[in-house]
């Protein structure tokens, strides 16, 4: 699988944006997840207006997983193809690339903690 880095179970797929609220408030949850939780990488999708802001705001929050940019604009296919229509929205990504859950907001974060506790508590 592409986005799975190996010796990882799932991969968290994240779609958020600077000027997105929630998408701020889910950061220390994200980091928590990744530091927890050792069978999960995170890839983030800023869809933003501009990189910069990204940027600056992933120096300051120290975020540290692989990041891409889309531009923030009216038709993007990614977007479209995925149905992301509210931000965040997060997939949890199996090493079999099925998708295990799918939601937005804060919530499903918490959502999937629990399920990546729940497989690593069910596993040993």
């Not at 079999?96 to 596993?123: A, H, P």
Request: charge should be neutral.
């Amino acid at each position: 699988p592409l986005l799975i880095e190996q010796n990882k179970d799932y991969v968290l797929l994240d779609f958020w944006g600077t000027w997105c609220g929630a998408c701020v408030e889910s950061a220390p949850l994200l980091q928590e997840i990744l530091f927890e939780h050792k069978n999960v990488s995170i890839t983030s999708v800023a869809y933003d207006d501009k990189i910069s802001l990204v940027n600056e705001f992933l120096e300051k929050h120290k975020m540290p997983w692989k990041h891409s940019f889309v531009q923030r604009k009216n038709d993007v296919p990614l977007l479209n193809n995925l149905r992301v229509n509210a931000f965040p929205t997060f997939f949890l990504i199996s090493k079999n690339n099925e998708i295990v859950y799918r939601g937005s907001g804060i919530e499903s974060l918490r959502k999937i903690d629990s399920i990546l506790t729940k497989y690593n508590n069910d596993k040993y």
